[in-house]
């Protein structure tokens, strides 16, 4: 277990041992999801998205989850943007 502490920005350091263990390079992007009270990092690697090969069964694919999920994440950032602008 790590402690790391946040900047001003909050931003965070993921410490090296981690990103080597997931294979966390410059540009990988980072899902972030808060539940309850636990934030939860998911990098989006190759390993990860073929971990997600047949979850589906026949009804959906990784593409289609993957398209949603992003355009959820924009909803929800326009959304707090607006509330900026405001």
Known sequence: MYTITATEKGQI???AEIRKKM??????????DL???????????????QSLVGIFGKG????????????????????RFKKWEK
């Open 13 to 15: 350091v993921i410490p």
């Open 23 to 32: 294979k966390i390079k410059k540009g990988t992007k980072i899902h972030v």
């Open 35 to 49: 539940q309850g009270g636990t934030i939860t990092l998911r990098p989006e690697t190759t390993e990860y998205l």
């Open 60 to 79: 959906g694919n990784v593409t289609d989850f993957l398209l949603e999920e992003r355009a959820a994440e924009k909803r929800e950032s326009e959304e």
